[in-house]
């Protein structure tokens, strides 16, 4: 008694035992040549006589049926019965413990990625955190030693530097709790209609002296009265986190220039510098929590690489995006569209 196994493709031939959840004798070969479909087809094919069938069940689900061909005719027994639903049974438990198998290694997997960003995000805030921290006590302590005393140039320069690395103390302090807000849903956004080339100017007030400290052309123009949907104070935080990184990744002589435009119905706020560029396989991944670009893993560069996962998700909750055009070694284009007044604003899911 040769017995073959049919390919589990052949999901027909058992159509009947998938039906009923259980063991069924299929037929013999003239029964089965008298039709059409896949089991004739295979008939033709083979010198099986008869055909039996039992149900796979994985989880409670029956996902197909384990089918026998034999060379000749033949009455299937109880006892064949039972063992082929056995047999069945056995694989199925089998494919079940597969699967978990899988499921198990893909959680830990996913526990050991989430834990190596949990490391490196950690190793980064304590390096970004303690840096302004330890400028901060370092010139406190040269005032409280008296050093300089009697140079009010030395002491406003070092209060100078104390209020700047407090500055960036905030900041850092401030995109991890903007980011906890916005994984938590809990961020506010208000929806208004304002001018595009308020938002311009004021942002590049704010970081002009950033840009002279660096030796960079600051320039921006603006379609006349042209307005947007959103909230002023996060297209603000976009712009500003936009700019800010225009002029750290850009080499000192190199130039950071902002354009506002309208089209389909949105404004659009884009932000071009001449700096080092992003490989085109990076635009996706810079937009994610804690990334910076490939080129300034050496983090020679600061912050909590939240910014523009910040940004992005800000434009989103507002009906809009922000995108990036770059080429590594002239500089990148990112892009903030927000609905203008001619469009209704239908935010995104973040």
């Not at 008869?50 to 000749?72: C, F, H, M, T």
């Not at 009455?75 to 899988?102: C, N, V, Y």
């Not at 704010?206 to 104070?233: F, K, T």
Request: charged share 25%; hydrophobic share 40%.
């Amino acid at each position: 008694q040769r017995m073959r196994s049919l390919p589990v493709e052949v999901a027909g031939l058992a159509g009947e035992a998938v039906r009923s959840g259980e063991p069924v004798v299929i037929g013999t070969r003239d029964q089965i040549l008298r039709g059409e479909g896949t089991a004739a087809d295979l008939m033709r094919q083979t010198n099986i006589e008869s055909i039996v069938a039992a149900p796979i069940r994985v989880g409670g689900e029956i996902i197909g049926a384990l089918s026998y061909g034999y060379d000749r005719r033949r009455e299937f027994d109880a006892d064949f019965i039972t063992s082929l639903r056995t047999f069945a049974k056995e694989l199925g438990q089998a494919i079940d413990r597969t699967r978990g198998h899988a499921k198990l290694d893909e959680a830990r997997r996913a526990a050991d990625a989430a834990n190596q960003a949990k490391s490196s995000f950690l190793a980064t805030m304590s390096h970004e955190l303690r840096t302004p921290i330890n400028a901060i006590l370092g010139f406190t302590d040269l005032l409280e030693l008296g050093i300089a005393s009697n140079d009010k140039a030395s002491a406003s320069e070092y209060v100078t530097r104390i209020r700047r690395n407090t500055a960036h103390l905030l900041e850092l302090i401030n995109d991890i709790l903007d980011w906890s807000k916005v994984e938590a849903g809990q961020l506010a956004i208000e929806a208004g209609e304002a001018l595009a080339g308020d938002v311009i100017a004021e942002s590049v007030g704010i970081v002009r002296q950033q840009a002279e400290a660096r030796r960079i052309s600051l320039d921006a123009h603006c379609v006349e009265n042209a307005r947007y949907l959103g909230d002023p104070l996060r297209v603000r935080q976009i712009l500003l986190n936009l700019l800010s990184n225009a002029i750290k990744y850009t080499e000192p002589g190199g130039r950071v220039t902002v354009r506002c435009t309208l089209s389909d119905g949105f404004t659009r706020f884009s932000v071009e510098d001449t700096g080092i560029g992003i490989a085109a396989a990076e635009f996706e991944a810079i937009f994610e929590p804690f990334v910076q670009s490939e080129h300034v893993y050496t983090r020679t560069h600061g912050g909590t690489g939240l910014g523009l996962a910040i940004s992005r998700r800000l434009a989103r909750l507002m009906g809009g995006d922000v995108s990036v055009e770059s080429v590594v070694g002239r500089g990148s284009t990112f892009t903030l569209s927000l609905p203008s007044r001619d469009r209704r604003a239908t935010p995104r899911d973040a």
